[in-house]
């Protein structure tokens, strides 16, 4: 669909009818991986930790398995000097030696900003200076942006109508596109505004290489699970360049059990997000980094086909979903959303197979033989069985 056509559509119902191919598909043909400061260091994130981080990810190996992206969240924000640059806060002292120092390494730098004039932390957010900051990021040497509607929400809430409000928004993503595009360095534009509006709709026509689909994840399971399995039903906006984000990773931060852990890592490797983690790469433990860098998880993840996973079947507390790959076979995650472990019966007539399957179990690397159509399996409580079949 033409982009014109789909913002009058977003301008007469607020919907764009079907899914839109982004126009950069080039600069997030795959899923994003790298690592973001928010979820463990929030606002104490500084020039020293992004550079431990950058250092952590070659050295322990994420770098090797995937992870580019070294992401500062929000805090970095300064005063805009006399004509209205915008210039990085103490914390940060020479923003563009950093990012040579992150590509030095191999790596690429991210940075966060906001439509509105504060952002979420209340920090200096781009309002009024979009082309200006956009030229600012381009000059650092900026790869990623990170977009967070917070501060441009007291605006909308001023707007007569939802439509004018919706429209505010749009309009704001579009301006920040079209500004990182005049610069002429490619930028993961990566759209923050919780789900609002399903934003699956409309996101990759404004330019969109990724969109947050919900709130704030938390490091508890009860926060994961209720964000990563309401994702059922947005496979068909994702694809190469515009991927659904149901955010960053907490793997690591210490609040999930080890099932958890995978269980976050299975769901959002066949939801293809992002995988931003989350946790203090300098200082984890050689189980978050098995955890991180399981190789046939980043597989499905970052799947050629860039086809999305979603949800075949729940009964109660047991949950399958599955991901076509682009082999032909499929990631099939069994998942136990219980506190006790409970026997699942799967059956893969429901997936498409009328014979046994040959399958691989991704987390414990291990080849199972033929299994199934009909499938009994014991998963831990809040776990899962990470599945490749084929026939
Ligand atoms: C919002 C976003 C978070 C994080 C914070 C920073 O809450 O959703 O991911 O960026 O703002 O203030």
């Not at 580019?68 to 004509?83: F, K, L, M, Q, S």
Request: aromatic share 10%; charged share 20%; glycine share 10%.
């Amino acid at each position: 669909m033409k982009r014109s056509i789909c913002l009058a559509l977003i301008v007469a119902s607020q919907f764009c009818s079907r899914p839109v191919s982004a126009q950069k598909n080039d600069i997030a043909a795959r899923p994003p991986m790298g690592w973001n400061s928010w979820n463990h260091f929030k606002d104490k994130v500084n020039d020293a930790a992004v550079r431990a981080q950058a250092e952590a990810m070659v050295s322990s190996g994420m770098r090797g398995a995937g992870y580019i992206y070294v992401n500062i969240d929000d805090t970095w924000e300064g005063d805009r000097d006399a004509n209205g640059n915008i210039q990085a806060n103490s914390k940060f002292p020479d923003m563009k030696a950093l990012a040579d120092f992150v590509h030095s390494k191999g790596l690429k730098l991210g940075i966060y900003s906001s439509p509105g004039s504060k952002t979420c932390a209340k920090f200096e957010g781009s309002y009024g200076h979009e082309l200006q900051d956009a030229k600012t990021y381009a000059a650092w040497g900026i790869d990623y942006l990170k977009y967070d509607l917070c501060g441009l929400r007291d605006q909308m809430k001023d707007a007569a109508t939802p439509e004018a409000a919706h429209q505010i928004m749009v309009d704001a993503y579009i301006k920040m596109r079209d500004a990182l595009r005049s610069t002429g360095r490619p930028i993961v534009y990566s759209l923050c505004q919780y789900g609002n509006d399903a934003v699956w709709e409309w996101g990759a026509t404004v330019g969109g290489n990724l969109w947050r689909t919900t709130g704030d994840i938390s490091d508890k399971y009860t926060s994961m699970a209720a964000i990563g399995f309401s994702q059922a039903g947005l496979a068909r906006f994702a694809g190469p360049g515009h991927w659904n984000d149901p955010d960053m990773l907490e793997v690591g931060n210490g609040g999930m059990t080890e099932d958890e852990y995978k269980t976050h890592m299975s769901l959002w490797a066949i939801l293809a997000a992002p995988l931003l983690a989350g946790n203090d790469l300098s200082t984890m433990t050689s189980q978050t980094l098995a955890l991180l860098t399981n190789r046939d998880v980043i597989a499905v993840d970052q799947d050629s086909a860039g086809k999305q996973g979603d949800r075949v079947s729940a009964e109660g507390p047991i949950e399958v979903w599955s991901r076509p790959l682009a082999d032909g076979s499929k990631a099939v995650g069994i998942f136990n959303r219980h506190q006790l472990p409970l026997a699942a019966h799967v059956d893969f007539h429901t997936m498409g197979y009328s014979h046994a399957v040959k399958a691989k179990d991704l987390w414990q690397g291990k080849d199972l033989g033929s299994i199934g159509p009909a499938y009994t399996v014991t998963i831990p409580a809040h776990g899962v069985v990470f599945l490749k079949v084929w026939p």
